[in-house]
């Protein structure tokens, strides 16, 4: 019997945020580790002449840039927010629907400006984040979904296991590197062809 996963998203700005920050951990891997290298540097040379105010520069130089990891994503969603706000304050809501061979899209479901998208491959999907509340879902580094883990009545093991087998690949925790290892093994064990 095949199965469909049916789930309602409404976003917030806290949605809007963490879903920048995700897309960040997924595709800014390069970033953030010459990020961290420079901010130790920074931190190691600064600490070596903190007698110097060029070291202590350079010491509060990299603790920003040790401890300011998602200013760009903050940057990136408040821009969206002020611009949703600007223009009304209606923030995207959608309904999934994970069916065998394709995710169906319906924009603002119930709504007026109602609007059912063109269906997404399942092969489309690049990457599988996930954090405490959300599962999510991107199709470009620019762009993706993100789940509700309570919006699955109970069932999250059963649709990450749908979902992990739809795409070949698992689900990376934000900033876990063992878990992009796992995810990285996963994938490489169970990439077949993608839908």
Same mark, same amino acid.
């Given at each position: 019997?095949?199965? !469909?996963?049916?789930? !309602?998203?409404?976003?917030? %700005?806290?949605?809007?945020?963490?879903?920048?920050?995700? #897309?960040?951990?997924?595709?800014?891997?390069?970033?953030?580790?010459?990020?961290?290298?420079?901010?130790?540097?920074?931190?190691?040379?600064?600490?070596?002449?903190?007698?110097?105010?060029?070291?202590?520069?350079?010491?509060?130089?990299?603790?920003?840039?040790?401890?300011?990891?998602?200013?760009?994503?903050?940057?990136?969603?408040?821009?969206?927010?002020?611009?949703?706000?600007?223009?009304?304050?209606?923030?995207?809501?959608?309904?999934?629907?994970?069916?065998?061979?394709?995710?169906?899209?319906?924009?603002?479901? /119930? %709504?007026?400006? %109602?609007?059912?998208?063109?269906?997404?491959?399942?092969?489309?999907? #690049?990457?599988?984040?996930?954090?405490? #509340?959300? @599962?999510?879902?991107?199709?470009?580094?620019?762009?993706?979904?993100?789940?509700?883990?309570?919006? @699955?009545?109970?069932?999250?093991? /059963?649709?990450?296991?749908?979902?992990?087998?739809?795409?070949?690949?698992?689900? #990376?925790?934000?900033?876990?590197?063992?878990?992009?290892?796992?995810?990285?093994?996963?994938?490489?064990?169970?990439?077949?062809?993608?839908?």
């Amino acid at each position: 019997m095949k199965k !469909t996963y049916i789930v !309602t998203m409404r976003h917030d %700005e806290k949605t809007l945020i963490a879903l920048s920050h995700m #897309q960040y951990d997924l595709f800014c891997v390069r970033n953030y580790i010459a990020r961290n290298v420079l901010a130790i540097t920074a931190i190691l040379v600064g600490g070596f002449y903190f007698k110097h105010i060029w070291g202590i520069l350079l010491l509060a130089y990299g603790t920003y840039l040790l401890t300011s990891t998602y200013a760009s994503a903050n940057h990136t969603a408040r821009k969206l927010i002020a611009a949703i706000n600007a223009d009304g304050g209606k923030f995207p809501s959608s309904r999934y629907f994970f069916e065998d061979g394709q995710i169906r899209i319906v924009y603002h479901p /119930g %709504e007026a400006d %109602e609007e059912e998208l063109d269906p997404v491959g399942y092969g489309a999907v #690049q990457k599988l984040g996930e954090d405490r #509340q959300y @599962l999510y879902l991107f199709t470009s580094d620019r762009g993706g979904y993100m789940i509700p883990k309570d919006a @699955l009545g109970g069932d999250e093991a /059963g649709f990450r296991a749908f979902i992990q087998s739809k795409t070949g690949m698992a689900f #990376q925790k934000s900033r876990m590197p063992m878990s992009r290892v796992k995810a990285w093994m996963y994938e490489r064990e169970h990439r077949g062809p993608r839908l």
